[in-house]
């Protein structure tokens, strides 16, 4: 039995409740642990709380809600700017993904991505994984032992990618999908932490009976759905070629039940009007990827039309179209694209304010994902979802603080300025998962952990038993030293994913059978 504390926090609160609309003042907050947010801004005192006081340039913002990034696309993070996208996804994307057969390495790498966009204040993400089954496990139950709140989502492609990536046909990419939904329904029932996300990658790599079949499982289920749409303009020209029967993108999607209300729809660079009315009558929402859309090249959205339009919006940091999971990386973009735009149209309000671009960061992205209810801002009854922003000298960042500044300006200049170092703590749920504040102290419980992780998600008892030391061992050189993997000979390895050996256990299984599971609360 878990045992429950109340905890008050005392101190600066900042947050967006509503488009538009910042709220700036000194609260006390009590929260009950592992529940939600007892009583915002009052000065009401809980019976033995733990009290946690901010220091005077410390401020809570609710955690970051990054609607769209891919998790095995991290390590390409940071370099292929080179081409647009369908050549971007051939050249750099889908050999990067289609190692992801692969256990071992998609072990490694899914630690590093949800340890890296916690460090940034990431509290809720909504993830692409690769087309594989068990590294997506592997996915689900890393976000969930380490207390990330994450929708994980395996790619439905079932045509027009490379034959080593692509799934043989709609029925196969149905039963992965629903062992995923299966295993992911036994680590956590009520989807409070983790859930499935149907994911059709986009329209080109799914043929009408798999786009046909994801729009009925997400029904079946009551799942979100997740997928790309309206990007770039050769993607859009391939879609018309491949749907002639339909008036536009969107229509594939409609057509085929995919826009619901929990629908997210990731680019959504060039809609036609039309377009903008069909996905606001489904209210599904938009994931504005503005520092993937820079970096492909693929155009500028302009976010103002689809907020008049009324619909939903959020923000994606897209990795690895996007070149880091930052998600102030992602507002900053954010804020310079819509400038840009402005300028270019010449119409001022198309310029998107800090209050504006905040709320989609946080607010905007928890309606987006369906649980604004739940999280993304400071409410009532909501989840304790924060950070504890620390922008004192002592952080040693480039925010620089002066005497005068106003909260506004120390908000924008963590904002413009700011980076990990300045994520003190993360909380999700009531409970301190990580910031620099936040020191995993038992190494070797936490290597524990990552193994039962890793246990879970292969198939054959046989092989668990005799892989369990070699795991154990290999996760000390894992975490220490993540870069070794990609020296070998004295020499840098561009693709070290190249040099890892298949195994048999990485073939996609038949079920999984979930077994008991250590979660450190
Ligand atoms: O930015 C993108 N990243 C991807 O991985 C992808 N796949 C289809 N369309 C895509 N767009
Ligand atoms: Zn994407």
């Known amino acids: 039995m878990v045992q429950v504390i109340d905890i008050i926090f005392v101190g600066k609160l900042i947050h967006t409740p509503s488009l538009g609309t910042l709220e700036i003042e000194d609260a006390t907050v009590g929260v009950h642990q592992d529940e939600t947010i007892r009583f915002a801004k ?18 809570f913002f609710p955690g970051f809600i990054d609607t769209h990034i ?35 390495r998609a072990l490694e790498i899914y630690y590093r991505v949800v340890t890296r966009t916690l460090s940034y204040g990431t509290t809720f993400a909504s993830y692409f994984s690769s087309l594989h089954t068990p590294a997506s496990a592997l996915l689900a139950e890393l976000c969930f032992s380490l207390g990330q709140r994450a929708y994980i989502g395996k790619c439905n492609m079932n045509t027009l990618s490379p ?195 905040l709320y989609l960061a946080t607010q905007g992205g928890a309606e987006v994902l369906g649980r604004g209810h739940e999280v993304g801002s400071f409410e009532e009854g909501k989840a304790w979802d924060a950070l504890v922003v620390d922008v004192s000298s002592e952080t040693n960042t480039p925010v620089d603080i002066y005497e005068r500044d106003t909260w506004e300006n120390i908000l924008s200049k963590w904002v413009f300025n700011g980076d990990d170092r300045n994520v003190a703590q993360v909380w999700v749920n009531g409970k301190l998962i990580a910031g ?3 020191k995993i102290e038992d190494t070797s419980l936490l290597n524990l952990n990552l193994a039962s992780i890793y246990m879970n998600t292969l198939t054959s008892p046989e092989k668990k038993s005799l892989r369990l030391q070699e795991i154990l061992e290999s996760f000390t050189k894992t975490i220490t030293l993540p870069v070794t993997q990609c020296v070998s000979d004295g020499k840098v390895h561009a693709e070290p994913w190249k040099h890892s050996v298949e195994r048999e256990d990485t073939i996609e299984p038949k079920s999984f059978e979930r077994k008991q599971f250590l979660r450190s609360t």
Request: charge should be negative; include cysteine; proline fraction near 6%.
């Open 163 to 357: 034959a080593h990536y692509c799934e043989k046909s709609c029925k196969s990419s149905v039963e992965a999908t629903n062992v995923l939904v299966s295993f992911m329904s036994q680590l956590d029932p009520n989807r409070k932490f983790v859930s499935p996300i149907i994911t059709p990658r986009f329209a080109p790599s799914c043929t009408k009976d798999l786009l046909k079949a994801c729009g009925e499982l997400a029904a079946n289920h009551d799942l979100p759905i997740q997928t790309h749409i309206s990007e770039n303009l050769g993607e859009i020209a391939l879609v018309r070629e491949l749907f002639p029967d339909r008036k536009s993108y969107t229509d594939v999607y409609d057509h085929h039940s995919l826009l619901t209300p929990k629908t997210v729809l990731a680019h959504a660079v060039y809609l036609e009007d039309e377009e903008i009315e069909t996905i606001y009558k489904r209210q599904s929402g938009i994931s504005h990827c503005p520092t993937s859309n820079a970096v492909l090249a693929s155009g500028m959205a302009n976010i103002r039309k689809l907020l008049d339009a009324g619909i939903k919006v959020s923000l994606g940091t897209d990795v690895s179209g996007g070149y880091t999971p930052n998600m102030l990386v992602a507002i900053r973009q954010a804020a310079l694209t819509s400038r840009s735009l402005a300028s270019v149209l010449r119409d001022s309000r198309i310029a998107l304010e800090l209050p504006e671009l």
């Open 436 to 438: 620099t504040e936040c």
């Open 70 to 104: 891919h998790a095995p696309q991290y390590p390409n993070a940071g370099f292929g700017i080179d081409l647009p996208l369908l050549k971007w996804l051939e050249k750099y994307t889908f050999p990067i993904e289609s190692s992801f057969r692969n256990l071992d």
């Open 42 to 59: 009052s000065h009401h005192m809980l019976k033995n709380a733990e009290v946690h006081v901010l220091k005077p340039l410390q401020f």
